[in-house]
């Protein structure tokens, strides 16, 4: 997959603030090796599972992806050095 670096810089100015949370919960639980529910996310922001799950999807357009690995593995390829 090809990455151009300043792509998820300009979207993450566009997310909101639950978006953001969201991204960075997901980039956290990536950091520990693992990915996160979308129940636990459900949890962890006090919110239900259908709106973690609309947020998902919206992140996921704006980074042009399908899904919270190919989102992770974006982030991590921007990081490379």
Sequence with gaps: MTVHPIRPVRDLISL???QAQILGLIL???QD????SDREL?????IGV????TLNRRIC???GVRNKPEL????SEV???
Excluded: N, Q, W, Y
């Design 16 to 18: 909101g603030p639950r």
């Design 28 to 30: 956290e639980a990536a």
């Design 33 to 36: 090796g693992r990915v996160i």
């Design 42 to 46: 459900a949890e962890t922001c006090g």
């Design 50 to 53: 259908p709106t973690v799950k």
């Design 61 to 63: 357009s704006k980074f």
């Design 72 to 75: 992770v593995l974006l982030f």
């Design 79 to 81: 990081d490379a050095p």
